[in-house]
Nanobody, 123 residues
Framework: VQLQASGGGLVQAGGSLRLSCVGS????????MGWFRQAPGKEREFASA????????NYADSVKGRFTISRDNAKKTVYLQMNSLKPEDTAVYCC?????????????????WGQGTLVTVSS
């Protein structure tokens, strides 16, 4: 599975961005997809995940209520809609995939990773 993330950019605090992650392969819908982020000088952290059919999701407390994860399996794409952005959301955001229906918080559980897309939120 190859993943390609996009959609990052510079936005003012309170603004919105939508990240996209396009996958390859014929079994995209069999994979749980996750979004992780890493801020400068900090550890990578979980942001959100969605199961293969899009019926189950989870979010880190830090983004809950502001971010929404979704997927379109026909387009082999997972999205992260980010609203009410804060300067502390500034990070490189990466998408990841793991086969099966479990939702994992730990990055180590994911087998495939896309390259990151930088999100910068100015105050």
């Amino acid at each position: 599975v190859q993943l390609q993330a996009s959609g990052g950019g510079l936005v003012q605090a309170g603004g919105s961005l939508r990240l996209s992650c396009v996958g390859s392969g014929d079994t995209f819908s069999s994979y749980t997809m996750g979004w992780f982020r890493q801020a400068p000088g900090k550890e990578r952290e979980f942001a959100s995940a969605i199961n293969g059919r899009g019926r189950s999701t989870n979010y880190a407390d830090s983004v809950k209520g502001r971010f929404t994860i979704s997927r379109d399996n026909a387009k082999k794409t997972v999205y992260l809609q980010m609203n009410s952005l804060k300067p502390e959301d500034t990070a490189v955001y990466c998408c990841a995939a793991v086969y099966g229906g479990m939702l994992y918080y730990a990055g180590e559980a994911y087998d495939y990773w896309g390259q990151g897309t930088l999100v910068t939120v100015s105050s």
